[in-house]
Structures are given as structure tokens and as C-alpha cells.
T-cell receptor, first 111, second 118 residues
Framework: QKEVEQNSGPLSVPEGAIASLNCTYSDRGSQSFFWYRQYSGKSPELIMSIYSNGDKEDGRFTAQLNKASQYVSLLIRDSQPSDSATYLCAVPYAGGFKTIFGAGTRLFVKA | GAGVSQSPSNKVTEKGKDVELRCDPISGHTALYWYRQSLGQGLEFLIYFQGNSAPDKSGLPSDRFSAERTGGSVSTLTIQRTQQEDSAVYLC????????????????FGPGTRLTVT
């Protein structure tokens, strides 16, 4: 059974702080990893993709991947109240399109 | 350009009726996915289509669910003899196909269809 695990939260951080969201996955062969943001009542929106070990930065977002530990994380710097949402980790099965989504971590950024 | 579109946005149906949900992917995207999201829950994979390959139907919860994709573009998800547990938001997504290489699999979602079975 392929699994993607996330802490459900809620994770509460003050405005301006760094929010750290974590995800572990079971399929060692997976090569692509994605973070989606989902506001309440809306559909998921792709915010980060990462394919290689290490860090990938895009604005206030940094994705970190460690394939040996089967761990991927998302850091949000200078958190804003508008970042309050559920963040979903997504991992396609190795060699295919079937994608498993984690249950999501709810983030609250307090003004 | 235009994103993924879905129709209807909301559907209320009586238990036992059949429903059809439509998805129009981003132009040029060869992969199309259907997911279900129940209230407060995560995304449940249902089915995907990729190019001319046979669809992966492994996520369909029962034989009341079926999907087709005509002409490699528009897809229809059909639920027969709807049950109350079918009530959920049905999400469609599409992506490019790079044969498994980056940046393949980046999925773009439509706004969803909220299905309520009474």
C-alpha cells in the first residue's frame, strides 16, 4: 500500500515566522514530489515541485527533499495570514501517473 | 490560457439517480485525472487517462462508477444509482506527459463539482 503521511495539524504560527510542513512517503521509487495549497472551499493549487535531493527555493517557499529518508518538506518564510490554508503533499507512484495525496496539514498564520 | 473547467459546479440528485460530471482539460495536456474529496477529507484518487493508453481505473470505488475520455480531451465521470455516500466534491486535473521525466505530473485542478445526493 503506497502511503503519503502528513501531520494533520493545525499548525499555528505568528505572522512573519517560518512555517515548516513535513511529509513522508513509502514508495522508494518515487521521483517527483509536489506541494499544493488548498483554501477552504477551493480546489488545490500547485505551489512547488521538486525532483532532486536538496533544496528548491521559489520566493518565500522552499521545498526540501531527502530521498534516502523518504522525506519532503515545505518551508514558508515570512508567513502571512493569506498563507492560512491546507497544504497537501503529493507523490506519484514510481513509473506512473497515479498520484497519492497526503491528508494535508492545516496552517493558521496569526496576525 | 484557459484552465481546467468542470460542469456542473453543483449537482443535487436523488438517491438512485444517475449523474454525469464533465471535465475539459487544459489544451495540450494529455493526462487527465479524477479525484473525490469528501468534506474535511483528503483527495481520493479515482481514475486517470494518459494519452491513448488504457486508463488506470484502480481507484474507482465500485462498478457504479465509470469514466470515459473522448478524443483525448473531454472526460465524463458517470455515477449510476447514486448513494448518499457518493456526496462529495469531484475534482478533475490535467497534466502534460513527459514520459515520467520532470516536469511531468504537475497537475492543474479544475474548480470541482459538488455532488449532493439526497
Amino acid at each position: 500500500q503506497k502511503e503519503v503521511e502528513q501531520n494533520s495539524g493545525p499548525l499555528s504560527v505568528p505572522e512573519g515566522a517560518i512555517a515548516s510542513l513535513n511529509c513522508t512517503y513509502s514508495d522508494r521509487g518515487s521521483q517527483s514530489f509536489f506541494w499544493y495549497r488548498q483554501y477552504s472551499g477551493k480546489s488545490p493549487e500547485l505551489i512547488m515541485s521538486i525532483y532532486s535531493n536538496g533544496d528548491k527555493e521559489d520566493g518565500r517557499f522552499t521545498a526540501q527533499l531527502n530521498k534516502a529518508s523518504q522525506y519532503v518538506s515545505l518551508l514558508i518564510r515570512d508567513s502571512q495570514p493569506s498563507d492560512s490554508a491546507t497544504y497537501l503533499c503529493a507523490v506519484p507512484y514510481a513509473g506512473g501517473f497515479k498520484t497519492i495525496f497526503g491528508a494535508g496539514t492545516r496552517l493558521f498564520v496569526k496576525a | 490560457g484557459a484552465g481546467v473547467s468542470q460542469s456542473p459546479s453543483n449537482k443535487v440528485t436523488e438517491k438512485g439517480k444517475d449523474v454525469e460530471l464533465r471535465c475539459d482539460p487544459i489544451s495540450g495536456h494529455t493526462a487527465l485525472y479524477w479525484y473525490r474529496q469528501s468534506l474535511g477529507q483528503g483527495l481520493e484518487f479515482l481514475i486517470y487517462f494518459q494519452g491513448n493508453s488504457a486508463p488506470d481505473k484502480s481507484g474507482l470505488p465500485s462498478d457504479r462508477f465509470s469514466a470515459e475520455r473522448t478524443g483525448g480531451s473531454v472526460s465524463t465521470l458517470t455515477i449510476q444509482r447514486t448513494q448518499q455516500e457518493d456526496s462529495a466534491v469531484y475534482l478533475c486535473a490535467s497534466s502534460l506527459d513527459f514520459g515520467g521525466r520532470a516536469p511531468g505530473y504537475e497537475q492543474y485542478f479544475g474548480p470541482g463539482t459538488r455532488l449532493t445526493v439526497t
